[in-house]
């Protein structure tokens, strides 16, 4: 007995019609009398009285007919209840995401899908584009937020372009910490790159695109730029800025919340590309394909909404420009 059986016979039982059940079920109608007929044969007995054009239950039929609602009923629960455990009511995110990123936008996000699917433990990474780039290709990540273009010749890997952002020259906002600082914010409205020559710098450490981004800048404009302090995280380097050891050129999304910093735009405008990436090879969990919808869906409505942070550009297809 199958219960694919039982749904034809639950069919032709509520229609008393044998071709309106095989509509119902969308099937031809002699496929669904061939398959009554085999459950008759299993059961051993005939479910349905067929005389001058009337279909009515027999005995058997009626005493069937309770049975095998219970039972398709009891099938559709189980299908529930394993959907919504394979809909991601648990599972798992290995997400590797940039510092900047992570004190950015990320946050937000993950507190949205987190409300969405509360049962799904999100292990964040939080390194370099370079070294999330090895992650991936290690097996050791399911998805990662990272900088274009593509520091690997991985053909297994595949990006999609998420964000534009603008690079700028972050400073302290306090007098006695802007010492060290170009001319910014009130008395300039941009900072040129050659603003930057002899200038006491705060610089991350190797594997950060910042890093190699601003090294390139400077060395196209003829000048090797001056470190006071090297080989910071994120979190360091804007906080060296705030005490005034230099200036930083850092991602515009990390000055949020950092009233002790202003940020000035740099021309030539320096602009980096942020993109999703994951192995094409490997087909992604039903969990990481979730938390991609999430996080497009939530960038989209925060470009609609204006709220996306200032210097930042959404690039998702549905998504306005800014």
Same mark, same amino acid.
């Given at each position: 007995?199958?219960?694919?059986?039982?749904?034809?016979?639950?069919?032709?039982?509520?229609?008393?019609?044998?071709?309106?059940?095989?509509?119902?079920?969308?099937?031809?109608?002699?496929?669904?009398?061939?398959?009554?007929?085999?459950?008759?044969?299993?059961?051993?007995?005939?479910?349905?009285?067929?005389?001058?054009?009337?279909?009515?239950?027999?005995?058997?039929?009626?005493?069937?007919?309770?049975?095998?609602?219970?039972?398709?009923?009891?099938?559709?629960?189980?299908?529930?209840?394993?959907?919504?455990?394979?809909?991601?009511?648990?599972?798992?995110?290995?997400?590797?995401?940039?510092?900047?990123?992570?004190?950015?936008?990320?946050?937000?996000?993950?507190?949205?899908?987190?409300?969405?699917?509360?049962?799904?433990?999100?292990?964040?990474?939080?390194?370099?584009?370079?070294?999330?780039?090895?992650?991936?290709?290690?097996?050791?990540?399911?998805?990662?937020?990272?900088?274009?273009?593509?520091?690997?010749?991985?053909?297994?890997?595949?990006?999609?372009?998420?964000?534009?952002?603008?690079?700028?020259?972050?400073?302290?906002?306090?007098?006695?910490?802007?010492?060290?600082?170009?001319?910014?914010?009130?008395?300039?409205?941009?900072? +040129?790159?050659?603003? =930057?020559?002899? $200038?006491?710098? @705060?610089?991350?450490? %190797?594997?950060?695109?910042?890093?190699? #981004? *601003? &090294?390139?800048?400077?060395?196209?404009?003829?000048?090797?730029?001056?470190?006071?302090?090297?080989?910071?995280?994120?979190?360091?380097?804007?906080?060296?800025?705030?005490?005034?050891?230099?200036?930083?050129?850092?991602?515009?999304?990390?000055?949020?919340?950092?009233?002790?910093?202003?940020?000035?735009?740099?021309?030539?405008?320096?602009? +980096?590309?942020?993109? =999703?990436?994951? $192995?094409?090879? @490997?087909?992604?969990? %039903?969990?990481?394909?979730?938390?991609? #919808? *999430? &996080?497009?869906?939530?960038?989209?409505?925060?470009?609609?909404?204006?709220?996306?942070?200032?210097?930042?550009?959404?690039?998702?297809?549905?998504?306005?420009?800014?």
């Amino acid at each position: 007995m199958q219960l694919q059986q039982l749904a034809y016979f639950l069919a032709v039982a509520e229609t008393r019609h044998f071709t309106q059940a095989a509509e119902r079920m969308r099937v031809a109608q002699p496929s669904l009398s061939k398959q009554i007929k085999v459950l008759e044969t299993e059961l051993g007995a005939q479910l349905f009285s067929r005389a001058r054009g009337n279909v009515t239950l027999t005995a058997a039929g009626e005493a069937l007919l309770p049975l095998a609602r219970r039972m398709l009923a009891d099938a559709e629960t189980a299908r529930r209840e394993i959907a919504e455990l394979v809909g991601l009511k648990r599972g798992r995110v290995r997400l590797g995401a940039t510092p900047s990123l992570c004190a950015g936008l990320l946050a937000d996000a993950l507190a949205r899908f987190h409300r969405g699917y509360p049962g799904v433990e999100l292990l964040v990474e939080e390194s370099g584009s370079r070294d999330l780039v090895r992650g991936l290709a290690r097996g050791q990540l399911d998805l990662a937020l990272i900088i274009l273009p593509l520091q690997s010749t991985d053909p297994s890997l595949v990006t999609e372009e998420i964000l534009q952002e603008n690079l700028v020259v972050a400073a302290a906002t306090s007098a006695s910490a802007a010492a060290s600082a170009p001319a910014v914010g009130g008395r300039k409205p941009y900072v +040129r790159i050659q603003d =930057l020559r002899g $200038r006491p710098m @705060v610089m991350f450490r %190797r594997g950060y695109d910042v890093r190699e #981004a *601003t &090294l390139a800048a400077c060395r196209q404009a003829g000048f090797e730029p001056r470190f006071a302090v090297e080989g910071g995280e994120m979190d360091a380097v804007l906080r060296f800025v705030e005490a005034g050891l230099g200036i930083a050129v850092v991602p515009s999304m990390v000055l949020n919340g950092r009233p002790k910093l202003v940020g000035t735009p740099l021309v030539p405008r320096l602009r +980096r590309t942020v993109a =999703l990436a994951n $192995r094409k090879d @490997v087909e992604p969990t %039903r969990a990481a394909r979730a938390f991609r #919808a *999430t &996080l497009l869906s939530f960038l989209s409505e925060a470009a609609r909404d204006g709220t996306l942070p200032q210097g930042i550009e959404a690039r998702i297809p549905d998504a306005p420009s800014s």
